[in-house]
């Protein structure tokens, strides 16, 4: 259970304490944060407000430990990372649960986040023993004008205290994905979860701590945004931002000072479907892309442009497959839960009651209890509904119908998003087409977008794509 056992010193009363300096600490303010139940909409943990000192301390400590861990051998490095992931796998149960609690995970796919990450922790370590363990030897003659009397090596060093931020939507996959590599590179981390997911986050953080990192090499600092937000943006001790998020990013790239930054904001996925497509593939790729966890991913397929020739039978096969769907609590396993919050919930409402205005044909009736949105598709979307371009984040998918390839590849490049797409086809030679001429980073062939798994590339915005043939 979440908070007891290996986890009890984690926990103050119903406070969970935040990490710094390899202890777990309480705010001195005693000041705390509320992390509402998604589908209970009551509180169900809370946090440490720390304050910009607290902040100041840990970055601190992060700059230091640094120093010595970018020292510790590589193998060593590597030796905690496996010991990491081990810990992780060993208590998958007690942090699905907070998956469970603070973002409604259903209750598989919050095991599955866990042991996933597990995984990428251990094979981080293991390609960073590869990649960081060779360099590069070059000589001066080749390059014009030069005899050969100069030598160059070089090596890859550490950048020093990196700042991660993940998003509430995988608080332990995408955590880890961001500590695992900086760690192994040899440098510190400092770590500001989301509060819905802080706490998921906190025992992740809890198994690095058993596997025994030095003190300060990792810190976890919790809190309002509005506090420590710009000042971890912005605080000088930071060498590198990596983010994962909405818009929020583009802020943090205004803020933050002339330091590199990794940046994953968002989707639109499209997904193209051409006349030949296998339509049965087709459909069950979109229910599984558009709805799994309930559309709240950033690879999600969120709009969906279908040849007209072959949209009705499309949308009646997506449609049998969407009555087909469980809704309700995430402990249930359910396929569609809760969106993380009210806000997120009176959004897509919002895209909704566009949508119904201005003429969609709501293929399920819209229902909404609390944070809890039953599975909608839209049909006949329109380019002048908001639905086609902004990204919902929840159970609503919306269907435009094209004319050409042109039409659908020109609203695919026309998004302000450029995340992932997908093509469906059975002639390959213009899937290949189609997806170089889409303006994503990655483009999948006859699958939905995906990111896993987890150790292909991730490009953002740009190409080279990656092809996944089925
Ligand atoms: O929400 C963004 C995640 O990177 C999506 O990951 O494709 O494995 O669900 P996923």
């Known amino acids: ?35 509402i139940n998604p589908t209970t909409r009551k509180t169900q943990y809370r946090v440490q407000a720390c304050s910009q000192e607290e902040v100041n301390k840990a970055m ?17 490095r590597a030796e905690l990372l496996h010991k990491a992931a081990a810990i992780l796998k060993e208590h998958k149960a007690p942090i699905a649960e907070c998956l469970v609690k603070e973002i409604a995970k259903p209750a598989k796919d919050a095991v599955t986040e866990v042991v996933r990450s597990g995984d990428l922790v251990s094979y981080t370590a293991e390609e960073g023993v590869r990649i960081l363990g060779e360099g590069k030897f070059l000589v001066s003659d080749s ?12 090596s890859k ?19 880890v994905s961001k500590i695992a590599p900086a760690l192994i590179a040899g440098n510190s981390i400092v770590l500001k979860p989301p ?35 710009d000042f971890l943006t912005m605080h000088p001790g930071v060498n590198c931002i990596s983010f994962t998020g909405g818009d929020t990013g583009i802020a943090i790239s205004k803020k933050a000072s002339m330091i590199p930054l990794q940046m994953e904001l968002g989707g639109k996925d499209a997904c193209i479907v051409l006349e030949d497509a296998d339509l049965d593939l087709v459909a069950a790729n979109i229910v599984k892309g558009g709805f799994s966890y309930s559309g709240q991913r950033c690879t999600a397929v969120k709009v969906v442009l279908a040849m007209e020739s072959i949209a009705d039978t499309l949308v009646e096969k997506v449609n049998a497959k969407v009555a087909k769907l469980t809704v309700g609590p995430p402990e249930d396993d359910c396929d569609i839960t809760p969106v993380v919050s009210e806000s997120s919930a009176n959004f897509i409402e919002g895209l909704v009651m566009d949508a119904k205005q201005k003429g969609a044909t709501f293929c399920q009736e819209y229902r909404r209890e609390g944070n809890l949105i039953w599975p909608l598709l839209l049909d006949n979307v329109r380019p002048d509904m908001r639905i086609a371009w902004e990204e919902p984040f929840g159970p609503v998918l919306p269907v435009l119908r094209i004319n050409s390839v042109e039409e659908g ?46 150790h292909f590339p991730f490009q953002v915005n740009q190409p080279p794509h990656k092809l996944l043939l089925l």
Request: aromatic share 10%.
């Open 157 to 175: 060093i550490p950048l020093g205290v990196i700042l991660a931020i993940p998003p509430f939507n995988y608080p332990v996959n995408l955590a």
């Open 1 to 35: 259970m979440a908070g007891t056992g290996v986890f009890a010193e984690i926990i103050d009363g119903d406070v969970y304490k935040y990490y710094s300096e390899g202890e777990w600490r309480k705010a001195a303010s005693g000041k705390s944060v509320a992390i």
């Open 195 to 229: 509060t819905q997911g802080a706490v998921s986050a906190l025992h992740m953080v809890h198994c690095f701590h058993l596997a025994g990192f030095p003190k300060g090499v990792i810190s976890c600092v919790t809190g309002k945004g509005s506090e420590i937000g």
């Open 409 to 454: 590849i020109h609203h695919c490049n026309a998004s302000n998003f450029g995340l992932q797409g997908c093509v469906f086809t059975r002639d390959i030679n213009k899937a290949i087409l189609i997806s170089d001429a889409m303006e994503t980073g990655t483009v999948q062939i006859n699958s939905a977008p995906a990111r896993g798994p987890d």
């Open 60 to 76: 601190e400590i992060a700059k230091s430990a640094q120093k010595i861990w970018a020292k510790t051998p590589l193998w060593k």
């Open 143 to 154: 390059f014009p004008g030069n005899e050969r009397s100069k030598y160059c090596l070089t």
